[in-house]
């Protein structure tokens, strides 16, 4: 007699299953952690834990600790010059180096932001649970990994035990038909996602981005799409490997080598949803008439194509916001004066970012009054973007070229925007405060940040030729 | 943990959805490495100007200065992993928020440090927002899974039983794993060097401090 076949299964049911470690109730299970990623924001007070219980790292090859949210943009070579930020950097070099955990310093040329670097060191792997105490983890889900952001005390659990309590996501299937259009990428596609199902509307599910687009999309893009799957509720987005994805792996400096790199990579294809398994939700999503995206409020969902009018508010949330941004319903985005243009963060820091901004850049200036900053997402993308020339393209026209960090996405460093400040960013939060108390921030992708910086206005990147 | 059985306070009331983590502790302030002294950054930015001036918000008006369940919006915490909000919250003393969603990170972190994050559907939190804002207190029966009006009506909810077990008992989940599942680590670890030796390889060399 046949073995019975077992039952189709998603991607995500497949990652969950290779890693329980012991089932804990109907709905939950602890689950190894293979990797994690610490930065110095969310750690030290993990550290703290696990030092004050006298427990070592369980296991200290599993973890990467680099300094990111806080660090200056600038001189480098100088000590950190706010004492707080110098002091909690410091302490997260040390902690690292008390427990045997490799650490990144600021003069590496590796250094960045950690959703950045994880990928480029071949640190995140497709098949891996991966984790850090940043929401933003979920970027990693692009390779193929369960990725997910969590909280300090998770931290203390995942350095302690190596092991997480964690309760099984629904999944939710995100078909994206059609092809991208001219000046549209992956920033407008996840921000008109978000716009569609609400800032909350995959909250407990894991989401599986597939289909054509998905295919034809770069491991780049692929990571912005994931990366912002928490702003729509979701702490998890996948994406299943495929050449594009073992073409990025190989050669990094964690990949897996020779015998071992075949064997991974013959795991690594048996990775994707099998044919009928079902989703316990699926939004299908035709891109291909799909114009940039801006939001206009102080959540992520907040957000309308270019051509599009502003919403009559329909929530106390939409009044609020549109009070704070200092708009009017029915305004259009268009032509909206800004003050200030970040091209940054782990959702649009990478080469290509930068190459699509440089693209509107080249051969314009940066339009009067307007402070406008480059933040390269690694020490590693921005000597690559030199060697390119794209430095001279954004120095040129009036840009800030700065080294790598989360700088203005978060503001945690001395770059921080005045009350007031309209700022077009291509980072991921645009909640009130994020870039600076009474900030205003338009999101949206770096080819439209670019094209904001140099006509001084929020406008459609396909019209400037 | 800091065990959570019952709590009675008057609720303050906070009808507002989507409220993120950066609302609940502006990101300027995470620079802070320990936990003390959290509480003044809570809401930071919706209580106070940008001369420290307090301003009109519900949490510094009484009765509510003295709540400690908070009866908000949908979708409560989300955005950003940062447990500094709550512990800010805890430290301002507020032990249980109730809403009709959260922000899962936030609501996970809830459970973490001893306070408990409730779900309701519509109508017992419409309910309730009127009880708050009638200024009258709640009982919260975490082991009976029953809010407790003022007229003595009870409305039910359900939190999953591991966490409600771990509040209950203030259980620590480090040292309960340690105790109960090495064993079940050791053998997943074994399999795992057997079956996928690639994400070992890097166990046995010197860290690297670049």
Redo the contacts between chains.
């Keep these: 007699m046949d073995a019975p076949k077992p039952a189709p299964r998603t991607l995500y049911e497949k990652l969950w299953d290779a890693h329980v470690?012991?089932p804990?109730?109907a709905?939950?299970a602890?689950l190894?952690i293979?990797r994690q990623l610490l930065h110095e924001?969310?750690s030290?007070?993990a550290f703290?834990?696990?030092e004050g219980?006298g427990?070592a790292v369980a296991?200290?090859?599993?973890h990467l600790g680099l300094a990111d949210?806080?660090v200056p943009t600038r001189n480098r070579d100088r000590p950190i010059a706010?004492p707080?930020?110098r002091?909690?950097v410091a302490?997260h070099a040390e902690n690292?180096?008390r427990h045997?955990?490799?650490?990144?310093?600021l003069d590496?040329a590796?250094?960045g932001i950690v959703h950045i670097v994880g990928p480029e060191q071949g640190f995140t792997?497709p098949?891996?649970t991966l984790v850090c105490?940043?929401?933003h983890?979920a970027t990693h889900g692009a390779f193929g990994a369960l990725a997910f952001?969590?909280?300090?005390?998770?931290c203390?659990?995942v350095l302690?035990?190596?092991?997480l309590?964690q309760?099984k996501a629904r999944t939710m299937a995100v078909e994206l038909r059609g092809r991208l259009g001219d000046g549209v990428g992956a920033k407008d596609v996840i921000l008109a996602l978000i716009a569609r199902i609400g800032?909350?509307g995959a909250?407990?599910h894991a989401i599986e981005y597939r289909g054509a687009a998905v295919a034809a999309m770069s491991m780049e893009a692929r990571m912005t799409l994931c990366n912002m799957s928490?702003e729509a509720?979701s702490?998890t987005g996948l994406i299943a490997p495929d050449a594009t994805t073992l073409a990025y792996v190989e050669g990094r400096p964690?990949a897996?080598k020779g015998a071992?790199?075949t064997?991974?990579a013959a795991?690594w294809r048996t990775l994707s949803t099998d044919a009928g398994a079902a989703f316990d939700r699926v939004e299908t999503f035709d891109v291909s008439r799909l114009a940039p995206m801006v939001t206009w409020g102080t959540?992520p969902d907040q957000g309308i194509a270019i051509d599009a009018g502003i919403p009559a508010p329909a929530?106390?949330?939409d009044r609020?916001a549109l009070d704070y941004m200092g708009l009017t319903a029915g305004q259009r985005l268009a032509g909206t004066p800004i003050d200030a243009v970040f091209i940054g963060s782990c959702t649009n820091s990478r080469i290509e970012d930068l190459r699509a901004a440089a693209a509107v850049v080249r051969g314009r200036r940066v339009a009067a009054g307007v402070q406008a900053l480059v933040v390269p997402g690694s020490g590693l993308i921005k000597r690559q973007a030199e060697e390119e020339g794209l430095d001279r393209v954004f120095t040129d026209a009036g840009f800030s070229w700065r080294d790598a960090g989360c700088s203005l996405c978060?503001?945690?460093n001395d770059d921080?925007l005045a009350?007031g400040t309209r700022c077009a960013s291509t980072s991921n939060?645009n909640?009130?405060?994020?870039q600076?108390?009474?900030a205003r921030t338009h999101l949206m992708s770096p080819a439209m940040a670019a094209a904001a910086a140099v006509t001084g206005r929020i406008v459609d990147v396909r019209t400037l030729g | 943990m800091e065990p959570f059985t019952t709590l009675n306070s008057v609720a303050a009331p906070l009808?507002?959805?989507?409220i993120?983590t950066?609302?609940l502790f502006?990101?300027?302030f995470?620079?802070?490495?320990?936990?003390d002294g959290l509480g003044r950054y809570a809401f930071h930015?919706w209580r106070f100007d940008?001369e420290g001036r307090e301003l009109d918000f519900v949490l510094s008006r009484a009765p509510w200065d003295r709540a400690r369940i908070l009866v908000t919006?949908?979708?409560f915490g989300?955005?950003?992993?940062?447990?500094h909000a709550p512990w800010a919250l805890h430290a301002l003393g507020i032990r249980c928020v109730i809403a009709p969603?959260f922000?899962?990170?936030f609501q996970?972190?809830c459970f973490?440090?001893g306070m408990l994050p409730i779900t309701l559907g519509s109508e017992p939190h419409k309910r309730l927002l009127a009880e708050a804002e009638a200024g009258r207190a709640l009982t919260v029966d975490l082991p009976a899974g029953a809010i407790r009006l003022a007229d003595g009506a009870a409305i039910g909810f359900d939190v999953?039983?591991?966490q409600r077990d771990s509040l209950v008992n203030g259980w620590d989940?480090?040292?309960l794993?340690?105790a109960r599942?090495a064993d079940?680590?050791r053998a997943?670890?074994l399999h795992?060097q057997a079956v996928?030796?690639?994400?070992?390889?890097?166990?046995t060399?010197e860290?690297?401090?670049?």
């Design positions: 470690v012991a804990l109730d709905d939950s602890l190894h293979d924001v969310s030290p007070q703290a834990e696990i219980k427990l296991r200290p090859a599993a949210h806080a706010d707080k930020a002091a909690q302490l690292c180096a045997g955990i490799d650490y990144l310093s590496d590796r250094q792997l098949g891996i105490g940043d929401s983890t952001g969590i909280g300090t005390s998770e203390a659990c302690a035990t190596g092991v309590p309760r800032a909350s909250a407990g928490i509720g702490r964690r897996p071992d790199w064997r991974a795991y959540s929530t106390v949330k609020q978060v503001a945690m921080r009350s939060r909640f009130e405060g994020r600076g108390a009474g | 009808p507002v959805a989507d993120d950066d609302i502006p990101a300027r995470l620079l802070i490495t320990g936990k930015d940008a919006g949908a979708n989300c955005g950003s992993s940062r447990e969603s922000g899962e990170i996970g972190n973490k440090n999953p039983p591991r989940e480090i040292d794993i340690r599942h079940a680590i997943f670890q795992q996928q030796p690639w994400l070992w390889t890097a166990d060399q860290p690297n401090h670049g």
